[in-house]
Nanobody, 113 residues
């Protein structure tokens, strides 16, 4: 069993650079591929970024490529999402997800224009 807890969201200005964290409990974190998803008001949940178990491989949605960076620290059982050059359309609840259908509760990011 794995529990995921996101943090780091909040109200930020356009162009801001917050960093989200996803802390995992349980011993399986280091063997799981991990992802970030987001859900904007009135929209479907969408993929944002993915990272392999070792962190060697990453993948991004076109909408965030070049602005967001996903990373992980397996020693700390934590995944990160560095968000740069935020836009109002990045406003959403951000969820971390682990292979095996583990989801966090989400953290709200609101970008003010």
């Amino acid at each position: 069993q794995v529990t995921l807890v996101e943090s780091g969201g909040g109200l930020v200005q356009t162009g801001g650079s917050p960093r989200l964290s996803c802390a995992a409990s349980g011993r399986s974190f280091s063997i799981m591929n991990m992802d970030w998803y987001r859900q904007a008001p009135g929209k479907e949940r969408e993929f944002v970024a993915a990272i392999s178990r070792t962190g060697e491989n990453t993948r991004y949605a076109d909408s965030v490529k070049g602005r967001f960076t996903i990373s992980r620290d397996n020693a700390k059982n934590t995944m990160y999402l560095q968000m740069n050059s935020l836009k109002p359309e990045d406003t959403a609840i951000y969820y971390c997800h682990g292979l095996g259908n583990y989801w966090g509760q989400g953290t709200q990011v609101t970008v003010s224009s």
